[in-house]
């Protein structure tokens, strides 16, 4: 590839090294909180160690600088695995991954949006490449910026649908500063994954929904600074085939170990051999520094320019005034973005994208993923974001909206129709056995009242 520089040989030790002291910390951590996934963190090592000291660029020192790359840990399990990424690089102490679990600690076996290097909660499976999407969006068509995004999936979340909602949406809107890195270790919590190693499907499945799709070993350092050195025209997925519990004979590739930290003896015996695979090496690494183009953003006092003027007597529909002020709200600040499901014409957001068409984003019916873009897009304080669609639809993210909270995202969510059945228009007739009032018709866009029942269901 062109623009590929392979790395030397002293750089690719000094990624295995950092590669093989993230398991070490990882066990020894999870040993001493009694709590965690020391194997799912195995797998991921040479990944996290390319990620962060060969292909992001970002400061160490100010995680949340608006120039960074962005990282998203979809399979949030793995939270030590990138605790042990900012121990490597400075920003935390070694001895701060031994307060895991503790009750005043902020640090968790899943990763919370405690740390100025987490935007986001992403404990539930499945919702990360839908934020990864929003940031990139961001990245892209607003901000207008270098930085990329990466986001690292488990292969037992690539079953959930919100994922391929995000793999539509990525590949729709071109987002080609979106790298997708999943992390194929075979196994699952209580069985193996449903493609388990068949890492060509993986790769059919990825080029169908539009994405170009790597192939490669996971533990091979060379093979990843390759893969995620190539030129990007579209979302990149990195297939990663990789081994659960790798570092750990008594664990690799066996059922029966998610979720369980190793016993003291095994994992001191464990760690001594890590350290036996870490050779000297007079290369120290240090990440990429980001390019300074990102704009700064302010989002502090935004507010209405003026007062509702409606007149006394007045009938307004509430979507409608909803659309009305949104639009209104969008001319005070060029980082007030909007979002829906193909119900713009219902929830009256379609006002504002006729106004901001270059701040309107169409999420199409997939309310989950719409949640997520929505988080991603408010992430790091760069846009202030309204999500809508039919209130009834919103349930379908509860999900989302619940790790919303967990993180503090300020999103806004407006769900329009409430309190009627979306579907009562569309419904097949009643069955014989049901009666309804002649005064309900199912063309008055209510729903229809059941007022006896004169045979059993």
Not at 80 to 99: I, Q, R, T
């Amino acid at each position: 590839m062109e623009d590929y520089h392979k790395p030397d040989q002293q750089t690719v030790q000094a990624l295995r090294n950092i590669a093989n002291r993230l398991r070490i910390h990882c066990i020894k951590a999870t040993t001493a909180a009694g709590s965690g996934h020391p194997t799912s963190c195995c797998s991921v090592a040479e990944i996290m160690s390319v990620l962060f000291f060969h292909t992001m660029r970002y400061r160490y020192d100010d995680p949340r600088n608006f120039n960074n790359d962005r990282f998203i840990l979809s399979k949030g399990h793995a939270a030590p695995a990138l605790y042990s990424m900012w121990v490597e690089a400075g920003f935390l102490k070694e001895n701060d991954m031994l307060s895991m679990c503790h009750v005043d600690s902020s640090m968790d076996v899943h990763s919370t949006h405690k740390h100025q290097f987490m935007d986001l909660a992403t404990g539930s499976l499945g919702q990360g490449l839908g934020v990864a999407c929003g940031m990139a969006y961001t990245g892209k068509y607003f901000d207008k910026s270098s930085y990329r995004v990466y986001c690292l999936l488990g292969d037992g979340e690539m079953s959930e649908g919100a994922v391929w909602e995000a793999m539509m949406f990525a590949s729709y809107y071109q987002l080609d500063n979106l790298v997708a890195i999943m992390d194929i270790n075979r196994l699952g919590q209580s069985d193996s994954a449903p493609l388990q190693h068949h890492v060509e499907k993986y790769q059919k499945r990825c080029e169908a929904f539009g994405w170009h799709a790597i192939i490669v070993d996971g533990h091979s350092v060379e093979e990843l600074c390759k893969a995620l050195s190539q030129a990007r025209h579209q979302p990149t997925a990195i297939i990663a085939k990789t081994t659960k519990g790798k570092g750990i004979p008594a664990a690799e590739d066996k059922l029966g170990w998610h979720a369980k930290p190793l016993p003291k003896d095994m994992a001191e015996m464990v760690m001594k051999d890590l350290q036996s695979r870490i050779l000297n090496s007079n290369k120290h690494l240090y990440p990429p520094a980001p390019m300074e183009d990102s704009p700064p953003v302010s989002l502090r006092n935004i507010r209405m320019p003026s007062a509702p003027n409606y007149k006394a007597g007045e009938k307004i529909s509430t979507r409608k005034a909803y659309g009305v002020a949104l639009a209104k709200l969008g001319r005070y600040n060029d980082r007030v973005v909007a979002l829906d499901g193909d119900t713009n014409n219902l929830t009256y957001s379609d006002i504002f994208k006729n106004e901001h068409p270059n701040r309107f984003v169409e999420c199409y019916i997939a309310q989950q993923n719409m949640v997520s873009v929505a988080m991603g897009c408010a992430a790091r304080e760069r846009n202030v974001v309204f999500a809508s669609t039919l209130a009834s639809f919103f349930t379908r993210a509860y999900d989302q909206l619940r790790m919303a909270a967990i993180s503090e995202s300020n999103i806004n969510v407006c769900g329009s129709h409430c309190g009627l059945s979306t579907a009562s228009s569309h419904s097949p007739p009643f069955p014989p056995f049901l009666s309804v009032p002649e005064a309900v018709s199912r063309d008055a866009g209510v729903p229809l009242l059941v007022q006896e029942r004169k045979a059993p269901l």
